[in-house]
T-cell receptor, first 113, second 113 residues
Framework: AQSVSQHNHHVILSEAASLELGCNYS??????LFWYVQYPGQHLQLLLK??????LVKGIKGFEAEFIKSKFSFNLRKPSVQWSDTAEYFC???????????FGRGTSLIVHP | EAGVAQSPRYKIIEKRQSVAFWCNPI?????LYWYQQILGQGPKLLIQ????????DSQLPKDRFSAERLKGVDSTLKIQPAKLEDSAVYLC???????????FGEGSRLTVL
C-alpha cells in the first residue's frame, strides 16, 4: 500500500525565517500531489497542488512546492514565514487514476513573532 | 459557493453508545469522503462514495461503523457501539473530479468516555 511520510512533525520558527517541510511518498506511478493547511480553529484547505507540467508549483500566501520524481518528494517551501502561517500542514498523494488521496501525518508549524 | 456542511460539531458519548454524523457536500460534487483524524495523526480514509455507490470502504470497521449516501447527496456516518479509540475528528470532504482535490467540512469532534 502506498504511504506518505512527513519527517518533520513539529517545527518552530521565528518570523522571517525560511521554511521547508519534507514530504515523501512510496507510490511509483503517476501521482497528483497536494499540500493542505489547517489554521487553528479552521477546516482543512488546499494550499497548492501538482498534477503535471512544471515541477515547481506556487500556491497561496507565498508558498511553493517542488516535485522531484526521482526522489519521490514534494517538499513545501516559503522563503519568509509570518506569524499567521502557524498551522498544521498535510501532504497528500493521489495515484493517477485513483480517487483516493492518502495523507501524511502532518507537520505542526509554530511561528513566533 | 456554500462549503461542505457537517453536524454536529461536537459530540460526547459513553462507550457502547451510538452516534451519527451528517454531511452535506458542495452542490454538484459527485464524490464524497469520510475521514477519521485521531489527534496527532493525518486523516485516514474510512469510506468513499461516487454518487450513491461505495468506491472504497476497505478501512471502515464494518462491525461498528456504517455509512450511507442516499440519493447521491447527503451522507450519514454511524458508529454503534462506540469504543474509546473512536475518539477523533470525523471529516467529510467532497470533490468534483477524480484529481483528488478535496473540499473539507469543519469536522465533527467525537469524544468517547
Amino acid at each position: 500500500a502506498q504511504s506518505v511520510s512527513q519527517h518533520n512533525h513539529h517545527v518552530i520558527l521565528s518570523e522571517a525565517a525560511s521554511l521547508e517541510l519534507g514530504c515523501n511518498y512510496s507510490y511509483g506511478g503517476t501521482v497528483n500531489l497536494f499540500w493542505y493547511v489547517q489554521y487553528p480553529g479552521q477546516h482543512l484547505q488546499l494550499l497548492l497542488k501538482y498534477f503535471s507540467g512544471d515541477p515547481l508549483v506556487k500556491g497561496i500566501k507565498g508558498f511553493e512546492a517542488e516535485f522531484i520524481k526521482s526522489k519521490f518528494s514534494f517538499n513545501l517551501r516559503k522563503p519568509s514565514v509570518q506569524w499567521s502561517d502557524t498551522a498544521e500542514y498535510f501532504c497528500a498523494v493521489n495515484p493517477g487514476g485513483s480517487y483516493i488521496p492518502t495523507f501524511g501525518r502532518g507537520t505542526s508549524l509554530i511561528v513566533h513573532p | 459557493e456554500a462549503g461542505v456542511a457537517q453536524s454536529p460539531r461536537y459530540k460526547i458519548i459513553e462507550k457502547r453508545q451510538s452516534v451519527a454524523f451528517w454531511c452535506n457536500p458542495i452542490s454538484g460534487h459527485a464524490t464524497l469522503y469520510w475521514y477519521q483524524q485521531i489527534l496527532g495523526q493525518g486523516p485516514k480514509l474510512l469510506i468513499q462514495f461516487q454518487n450513491n455507490g461505495v468506491v472504497d470502504d476497505s478501512q471502515l470497521p464494518k462491525d461498528r461503523f456504517s455509512a450511507e449516501r442516499l440519493k447521491g447527496v447527503d451522507s450519514t456516518l454511524k458508529i454503534q457501539p462506540a469504543k474509546l479509540e473512536d475518539s477523533a475528528v470525523y471529516l467529510c470532504a467532497s470533490s468534483w473530479a477524480s484529481t483528488g482535490e478535496l473540499f473539507f467540512g469543519e469536522g465533527s469532534r467525537l469524544t468517547v468516555l
